[in-house]
């Protein structure tokens, strides 16, 4: 069966950092591109951005507003995909989810919640 | 960029038929036929019911379609059932490699 689990989510002062963690199962994680989405309380989906395979060279594209702040990351061998999220703003409080993309992103973890607030 | 234009709600009776609609440009939905459509029940992570403009990943319902014309993308859903509420999102590929979703739509069966 197809998992993915986030995990690191808390809440956090404005201007720190904090990395959320995706560990993967049931499928050879190395072969997918890893999206991170996120969804604002009460609000609609945002794309963060995603890492695309190896055999793509692990290129990266963020979304306009984590650009420059945020950096994903993965480790195939632990089957694990990174968000690395630094000088946090309010506006960034939201339940993050990483999910698997290939013909649209089919397969999505829990979520964890991050809450930016002093 | 601006999110894609969904409308806010819609609503059915069942057994009826909706039709979502979702308009974007042809730096995205316009330019490729890599639409998709996801289902979000509350609380819960969404659901992927298109991919590629109207194929229907395993699993999903036939009562699931989706279609493109230009740059709006549409999602019906036919014989609407009660489990069937739920807010709906649209996404695309777009230009500048990236992904992009529609605001969402509120479906409720009345």
């Known amino acids: 069966e197809v998992q993915l689990v986030e995990s690191g989510g808390t809440l956090v002062q404005p201007g720190r950092s904090l990395r959320l963690s995706c560990t993967a199962s049931?499928?050879?994680?190395?072969?997918?591109?890893i999206h991170w989405v996120r969804q604002p309380p009460g609000k609609g989906l945002e794309w963060v951005g995603f890492?695309?395979?190896?055999?793509?060279?692990?290129?990266?594209e963020y979304g306009a507003s984590v650009k420059g702040r945020f950096a994903i990351s993965r480790d195939d061998s632990k089957s694990i995909a990174y968000l690395q999220m630094n000088s946090l703003r309010s506006e960034d409080t939201a339940v993050y989810y990483c999910?698997?993309?290939?013909?649209?992103?089919?397969?999505w973890g829990p979520g964890t919640l991050v809450t930016v607030s002093s | 960029q601006s999110a894609l234009t969904q409308p806010a709600s819609v609503s059915g009776s069942p057994g009826q038929s909706i039709t979502i609609s979702c308009t974007g440009t042809?730096?995205?939905?316009?330019?490729?036929?890599?639409v998709s459509w996801y289902q979000q029940q509350p609380g819960k992570a969404p659901k992927l019911m298109i991919y590629?403009?109207?194929k229907r990943p395993s699993g999903v319902s036939n009562r699931f379609s989706g279609s493109k014309s230009g740059n709006t993308a549409s999602l019906t859903v036919s014989g609407l059932q009660g489990e069937d509420e739920a807010n709906y999102y649209c996404?695309?590929?777009?230009?500048?490699?990236?992904?992009?979703f529609g605001g969402g739509t509120k479906l409720t069966v009345l």
């Open positions: 999910c698997r993309g290939h013909s649209g992103l089919g397969a």
């Open positions: 049931g499928f050879t994680f190395g072969d997918y591109t």
């Open positions: 890492i695309r395979p190896k055999a793509y060279d692990e290129t990266i």
């Open positions: 042809s730096s995205d939905v316009g330019g490729y036929n890599f």
């Open positions: 590629e403009v109207n």
């Open positions: 996404s695309s590929y777009t230009s500048s490699n990236s992904l992009l």
